[in-house]
T-cell receptor, first 112, second 113 residues
């Protein structure tokens, strides 16, 4: 079945720093790939997605590119803000049901 | 668009009691998923419905767990004879068949004492 490995947190950055959160996956076939975000005290929100190789998902200044050759979907943002502090989850989905397989999540703490 | 709603938001129960949670998906979404999330971990898939048919269940879902979606709209998840290990956040998500995105509800936090 599908599985995913995310870089461990916490990741602590200063405001306006560059962010990378690594994500690699193993999967049968070509899954859709997602990043979800969980802000403190809130539910899971879809941040961005990519459904085929070389697709780039983007939203709110975050980007991730579907790299089939390296089975990776790393999350990047050029300049983080304090309001980006949250837990970020990488999740491949696929198969007939498109169930999501989540990583352990990466806590991002952005300091002013 | 009211989003996915779940009730109750919190449930505290004693070990051995039965509990039932409800999920109301986004209207017209025909796919519905249940996940469980424990502290410090990512959500784990429990079960999946397409319309009223339950098409996949995780091996995590013991015989004490049962889920229904009787009319292809709302869904219920029941846990019988709760155990302390059942304490977790239970999440519901829904999507269209033609779309890949799943939209999550706020979850029901279960505490078994």
């Amino acid at each position: 079945g599908n599985s995913v490995t995310q870089m461990e947190g916490p990741v602590t950055l200063s405001e306006e720093a560059f962010l990378t959160i690594n994500c690699t996956y193993t999967a049968t076939g070509y899954p859709s790939l997602f990043w979800y975000v969980q802000y403190p005290g809130e539910g899971l929100q879809l941040l961005l997605k990519a459904t085929k190789a070389d697709d780039k998902g983007s939203n709110k200044g975050f980007e991730a590119t579907y790299r089939k050759e390296t089975t990776s979907f790393h999350l990047e943002k050029g300049s983080v803000q304090v309001s980006d502090s949250a837990v970020y989850f990488c999740a491949p989905g696929g198969g007939a049901t498109n169930k999501l397989i989540f990583g352990t999540g990466t806590l991002l703490a952005v300091q002013p | 668009d009211t989003g996915v709603s779940q009730n109750p938001r919190h449930k505290i129960t004693k070990r051995g009691q039965n509990v039932t949670f409800r999920c109301d998906p986004i209207s017209e979404h025909n796919r519905l998923y249940w996940y469980r999330q424990t502290l410090g971990q990512g959500p784990e898939f429990l079960t999946y419905f397409q319309n009223e048919a339950q098409l996949e269940k995780s091996r995590l879902l013991s015989d004490r767990f049962s889920a229904e979606r009787p009319k292809g709209s709302f869904s219920t998840l029941e846990i019988q004879r709760t155990e302390q290990g059942d304490s977790a956040m239970y999440l519901c998500a829904s999507s269209f068949s033609e779309s890949y995105e799943q939209y999550f509800g706020p979850g029901t936090r279960l505490t078994v004492t």
